[in-house]
């Protein structure tokens, strides 16, 4: 959001407090007027020093406002028996940072005498504020000002602009008594903001002085448009006619970036090329055009990205400086594409691996599965930060060890670090998991103390419950998320209702689902057609079924077959069970043959049983579970000699009989 920036300067000379030059002011804007806030400080009015004492209290106040502990500050300043603009203006920017516009508001007007500084500050602050009230209210105090500067008129004119009010915009552009480079930047970037690209380029080439951050302001705003091409035309035709040809290169690398994030990679390696590289450069040699660290990190970025990490290496390995990011970046291509060895090699060469690096690792390792190497990699970092905490318990989560999970919290607790949405999704999972219902609760609550629950949380939490056996409180959880549903909740709910046996209610949810014009995916449909089977609905299971091919276009899977085979086979149509078998598109898996061979075993089609079984053993020669059944089958009918030759085959290919056994939640 665009906020004006505190510019704090002191002169040498005689110890005078000065404002700020418009030239200086205008740099920290230049570049992009809706780039990261500029604050200002208040600069007293007055031309005599400021005893050391007031100098000193309003220090401490600026400090206190950076950390964070703007209450003490305004203690502090109300114990003050002397205060000049200074003071105030410090006060001022504290509540303006925060957006508490009101308290803000309420210092300005008690102000004995304000400069302008204190009206630039206020104005800003109303316009980096959302709500038509606010930027009328903006603008009332810029009409009120006693004297303008540029910067008064180019935040007033930022605030319309961002707020998609382009003609005032314009309007108070075509008012200034004198206009700056920021004043033209400021336009030109809000028709990009807005979208409307063709006055853009025209403002552009109608300005009477343009500079390599203006080129770079026009050329970052078409990118942000999707307007590749337009912004290397440009690029390329004004790039020799722009002043400070030096400060030209950070348009070459927002374009380059551009490229990447679009997989145009040919593109931006041609763009990089043209970019002058001299390997015997010096370190402080400037004054002109060529490739910084920032060219070759983009490049580097853009084959990572793309997954070409040969040549992100033969690039990374030319470089003459590089620096933490370009280090990260190839460590982090080598994680994505599992080579964990790469990655680590790096990592050990890195002059000074960071946070990130670290974090990186972890996340690598704990992908591979290797959760020895990650906790190692954790344990051993010198400074761990909420990403890493994600990252290692994430790990533990994906790779099944519940417990380790859950350990790694309490212990994440315990150092004082809070969790996020990550941490409670990562840890819902585990409980959803592990079937553990009494810490599923736990966590539930945690969410309510520390976040507001997202579409994401919240479908964590449905999930949760839902794997628990708690549907009503799955429901509950549905229920109150209102309109901020998306299809991975009601898949959740609907999936939770099949599972549990609820078919009537899960079909009645779906029938909600569909009116509601939200469009299902194949993960619905295994929903619905499980929810068939349970309820034994053949003929709604079959018409759903066409539905998912012909009504939404969605291609079936073998989840959907062996639901389809199961709905069939209950029904005691073993032969169109197999019919639907052998008109896959695909083989079939376990799931499949086990539906058929579970059919048959309830109806007692032995022959296509023993067709079941034996697919059955193929896809898991080790299981005996199709053995166990096909036996049981022929000893049903009293046809011992073929329930002999299962037990012969067993004891031939030493297939042993798994125990069974049942879970149960020690906590409840």
């Known amino acids: 959001m665009f906020r004006i920036k505190a510019i704090f300067f002191l002169a040498r000379r005689r110890y005078q407090w000065q404002l700020c030059s418009h030239h200086s002011i205008a740099s920290c804007v230049h570049k992009n007027p809706f780039s990261p806030p500029v604050r200002f400080m208040s600069i007293p009015t007055t ?38 603009t200074v003071t105030w203006n410090s006060m001022i920017t504290g509540y303006v940072q925060r957006r508490e516009m009101t308290k803000a508001r309420k210092l300005f007007d008690e102000m004995p005498e304000k400069d302008v500084v204190s009206w630039n500050l206020m104005i800003s602050g109303y316009v980096s504020c959302r709500g038509l009230r606010y930027i009328e209210e903006g603008r009332y105090l810029f009409d009120e000002m006693p004297e303008r ?24 552009f075509n008012s200034m008594p004198k206009r700056n480079a920021v004043s ?42 999707g307007e590749l091409n337009k912004a290397a035309s440009i690029l390329l035709g004004n790039g020799e006619r722009a002043d400070d040809r030096e400060d030209l290169i950070h348009a070459y690398n927002t374009l380059i ?44 970025m853009c084959y990572v990205k793309a997954g070409d990490i040969i040549s992100a290496r033969e690039l990374f390995d030319q470089m003459v400086e590089r620096d933490t990011f370009s280090w990260n970046t190839m460590i982090s291509g080598y994680v994505d594409i599992s080579d964990l060895k790469e990655a680590l090699n790096l990592f050990h060469k890195m002059p000074d691996p960071d946070t990130l690096s670290w974090n990186s690792m ?18 051993r970092m010198p400074q ?29 607790q315990a150092e004082g670090e809070k969790p996020d949405r990550h941490t409670l999704s990562s840890l819902l999972s585990v409980c959803a998991e592990s079937v553990a219902l009494q810490l599923g609760m736990q966590i539930h609550q945690q969410v309510i103390k520390i976040v507001i629950p997202d579409v994401p949380l919240n479908n964590s939490l449905i999930t949760m419950y839902a794997r628990c056996g708690a549907i009503m409180e799955a429901r509950a959880v549905f229920d109150e998320m209102k309109l901020q549903k998306d299809v991975i909740s009601w898949n959740a709910m609907i999936g939770g209702y099949a599972s549990h046996g609820f078919a009537a209610e899960a079909l009645e949810l779906f029938g909600v689902m569909t009116r509601l014009k939200v469009q299902p995916t194949y993960i619905t449909f295994i929903s619905v057609l499980n929810a068939c089977a349970h309820a034994g609905l053949v003929e709604e299971g079959r018409m759903h079924f066409r539905s998912m091919v012909n009504e ?50 309830v109806h007692n089609n032995v022959e296509l049983a023993r067709v079941a079984a034996e697919a059955l053993t193929r896809l898991e020669p080790d299981s005996s579970a199709p053995y166990v059944l096909l036996y049981n089958m022929y000893a049903d009918v009293g046809r011992w000699d073929d329930a002999t030759e299962v037990r012969m085959i067993m004891d031939i290919n030493k297939i042993r009989k798994q125990p069974g056994y049942s879970w149960v939640d020690s906590s409840s």
């Open 47 to 84: 031309r005599n020093s400021p005893a050391p004492e007031l100098r000193a209290l309003n220090k401490k106040i600026t400090h206190l406002i950076r950390c964070g502990q703007l209450d003490d500050a305004k203690a502090l300043f109300d114990g003050m028996g002397e205060r000049n």
């Open 149 to 172: 500067d540029f910067i008064s008129w180019n935040t007033m004119i930022t605030g319309y602009a961002r707020n998609g009010r382009m003609d005032e915009a314009l309007s108070l």
């Open 184 to 225: 033209w930047n400021a336009v030109i970037s809000g028709f990009l903001h807005n979208g409307d690209v063709k006055s853009a380029i025209e403002f552009f080439e109608r300005m009477p002085q343009r500079d390599a951050a203006s080129l770079s302001a026009l050329v970052s705003g078409l990118i942000q448009n």
């Open 257 to 300: 970036a551009g490229y990447g994030q679009r997989g145009r990679v040919d593109d931006a390696r041609r763009l990089f090329d043209q970019v002058p590289f001299y390997p015997d450069r010096r370190r402080g040699d400037g004054g002109r055009f060529e490739r910084n660290v920032v060219s070759w990190n983009s490049m580097i």
């Open 362 to 379: 972890i996340s690598g390792f704990a992908h591979m599965g290797n959760l020895e190497l990650a906790f190692d990699f954790f344990r």
């Open 384 to 412: 761990k930060n909420l990403v890493s905490w994600n990252s290692i318990i994430s790990g533990y989560e994906k790779n099944g060890d519940c417990e380790g999970a859950i350990k790694l919290f309490i212990q994440m």
């Open 552 to 601: 939404f276009g969605i291609e079936p899977r073998v989840e959907h077959f062996a639901s389809l085979v199961d709905i069939v086979g209950r029904h005691g149509q073993i032969e169109e069970a197999m019919a639907t078998i052998n008109s896959m598109p695909f083989e079939p898996d376990k799931a499949v043959w086990g539906a058929l061979l579970g059919a048959c075993r």
